[in-house]
């Protein structure tokens, strides 16, 4: 399990001036690789009443390279504390004493010189000598360097540096706000599970902690409003460097829309004028100045702790804003828009931002701000929905496609309703985090749908559906392509249980996504199919415990290559099976026909669902396949 960072190099800088006695700088590291962390602890610093204030105290280091310029970081104060595990439960001793610290992460190569300037409420400036270090070329680890929005299609991710160019997320919420304790021991365990069958990504909550059964050891702002929890926010230390370890990027939640609800936390609110707070209701949260300025003061505690790390893939600024009491479609975009830029403005990476929604049409007004990086969509299946995820999240990609044909998405929460997970049988969950990862997939989203249900999936060691997905996905470099949806008609399937095969359908549903290379010199056309058996679905398999075998299934795909219009050209087609670990089953050969790719052979034998891999660059010459 790691820890806090660590001190590798020691240089003392003294600084005096006036009465305020020596200010000591002492930096991490004289060499640094590339997006790995410098960190200045900074002694002798002045005390004021509160030092999450920037108001009566800001520390700022500015760091200068001739390739990247001036970079300034502000300063936070922070508590170091030795982690033990006794019996498998942690615990957490304070070592040393607070003092305030500032996180740089390199960006080129180089010298860097850098100087602390520190700001005390009437008091004269104090500035320290320059001092400098190297940064060298990037560690495996962080060679990739932060994701972005990626340059050669907008509605995809991609590393900014490096040789990694293409990322698409995989993976899960992992926001564990129910756990009470040991939340490195059950962070731990998750990641490293995530980790080992290819997951790249989570989603983590910091937030307010106002709730009489939880005890989050994530939440910074849980006693004052303007002040932070040291221990938590080592906590969340612990889980960004653990992240980073198992190459996994963590969105970020700020707020979450529970603690503005009056059925939910708003009773126990710190912004509650009933509990002194100075809100009257939950909206006034949107619109209220001195609300806008605490909500900046934890922005910029958060950024200048955590912000140094690339593997943040982006922050979240509320979970599902518009489930918030008063909600107000207009105050909440001028909120995000502040917001947003001001963070940003601070951020020495500028991650990326986004919002979330708790209705599935989500809210234009607020998502199509240029300050809003991507856009995601929250879905959960219920009776009203039918039962079968995969028809609704196809559904509602093809409606955010439409709605944002800039910007990436993805589902950043989905599965079954609550009310639905408790109906028999509890394995039907299984159903619906499948489903909808290929059907996500298939619809050409920026990542695949990422489960909120993360003790589930940990409990029934479902990881291996992750595993699958990536073995499948290999090869595939989403960003150099632009990607469309096709149809995929699938016919003539019998079932092989004789048996019953008379009174279940032999239904299936066939979806596929194709790429275009931008660059037809360097790439050539991909495809991927997912046809899926409609025994397969949630609402199916409340009435029946397993599916037939799907057999003699004959596939068409038309019009799909958008590049050649040569024809006889012939292609290899790969099947997989996405439950056993992305197994590879056989590969046949398509022949290009004036519409595109055609297709007229059977399908291999599935149970549940099947997925084809189309590779152009294995086009065979079709005179000699033929003979």
């Given amino acids: ?41 900074i002694d002798g610093v002045p005390p004021v009443q509160n030092p999450y204030d920037p108001k009566q105290i800001s520390v700022e280091a500015t760091f200068t390279n001739e390739k990247s310029g001036n970079t300034t970081v502000y300063g936070f104060w922070y508590q170091n504390y030795t982690i033990t595990y006794v019996r498998g439960e942690e615990k957490l001793l304070p070592n040393g004493k607070p003092d305030f610290r500032a996180r740089f992460a390199p960006t080129a190569t180089g010298t860097y010189s850098y100087s602390v300037r520190i700001l005390i409420h009437n008091k004269p400036p104090m500035v320290t000598p320059l001092q400098h270090f190297t940064a060298i070329a990037a560690s495996p680890a962080s060679s990739g360097g932060c994701v972005r929005v990626s340059r050669s299609n907008s509605r995809l991710f991609a590393f900014e540096a490096g040789e990694k160019d293409n990322f698409f997320p995989v993976g899960q919420n992992l926001c564990g706000y129910e756990t009470r304790y040991n939340i490195t021991v059950f962070m731990g365990k998750w990641m490293t599970r995530l980790a080992e069958n290819g997951a790249t990504y989570i989603r983590v909550w910091t937030m307010d902690n106002v709730n009489d059964t939880t005890r989050y050891e994530l939440a910074i702002e849980k006693e004052h409003l303007g002040s932070y929890n040291l221990t938590n926010a080592w906590f969340l230390d612990w889980v960004l460097i653990f992240a980073r370890e198992k190459d996994i990027r963590v969105m970020l939640t700020l707020i979450d829309q529970h603690s503005f609800r009056q059925s939910r936390r708003w009773p126990k609110s710190l912004y509650n004028k009933a509990n002194g707070g100075f809100l009257s209701k939950p909206g006034e949260f949107l619109t209220n100045q001195r609300a806008k300025d605490l909500f900046k003061q934890r922005a910029r505690y958060i950024i200048s702790r955590y912000g140094w790390s690339c593997h943040i893939l982006s922050y979240e600024l509320w979970n599902e804003i518009d489930l918030m009491d008063d909600y107000n479609s207009d105050n909440a975009r001028d909120w995000t828009k502040e917001m947003a830029t001001y963070i940003k403005g601070i951020d020495q990476h500028h991650h990326m931002i986004t919002q979330s929604m708790s209705r599935p049409q989500g809210d234009p007004n607020v998502e199509s701000l240029p300050e809003i990086d991507y856009v995601q969509t929250h879905h959960y299946d219920n009776i009203t929905y039918g039962g079968d995820i995969a028809a609704f999240l196809i559904g509602l990609s093809e409606y955010k496609r439409e709605l944002y044909p800039d910007k990436p998405h993805y589902f950043g929460e989905f599965g079954l309703a609550p009310a639905m997970q408790a109906l028999p049988p509890n394995n039907n969950n299984l159903t619906v985090l499948h489903n909808g990862l290929w059907s996500s997939i298939v619809s050409t989203n920026a990542g695949t749908a990422m489960s909120w249900f993360w003790k589930f999936i940990d409990e029934g060691n479902f990881y291996g559906e992750y595993k699958a997905v990536q073995k499948v996905l290999k090869g595939l470099q989403f960003d150099r392509y632009n990607w469309f949806t096709f149809p995929v008609t699938v016919a003539n399937c019998t079932n092989a249980n004789k048996k019953i095969q008379s009174t279940r359908p032999t239904e299936v549903r066939g979806l596929g996504m194709h790429g275009v290379p931008h660059d037809t010199q360097m790439h050539q056309p991909k495809a991927l199919i997912w046809i899926q058996n409609l025994q397969y679905t949630w609402r199916e398999l409340q009435h029946f415990t397993t599916t037939d075998t799907m057999q003699n299934c004959t596939v068409t795909l038309s019009g799909t ?20 670990g992305g197994k590879w ?35 065979k010459d079709a005179q000699h396949h033929m003979h």
């Fill in 1 to 41: 399990m790691c820890g806090a960072p660590g001190f590798l190099f020691v240089v003392l800088v003294f600084f005096t001036c006036g009465t305020h006695g020596k200010i000591v700088v002492i930096p991490s590291a004289s060499v640094v690789s590339l997006y790995d962390l410098l960190e200045l602890k």
């Fill in 561 to 580: 290559n958008g590049y050649s219009e040569e024809v006889n050209e012939v292609v290899e087609l790969d099947w997989f099976d996405p439950h056993d």
């Fill in 585 to 619: 089953l056989d590969k046949q050969d398509i022949t290009t026909c004036d519409l595109g790719w055609c297709f007229l052979g059977k399908v291999p034998p599935f149970d549940k669902d099947i997925v084809g891999k189309l590779d152009w660059a294995k086009v």
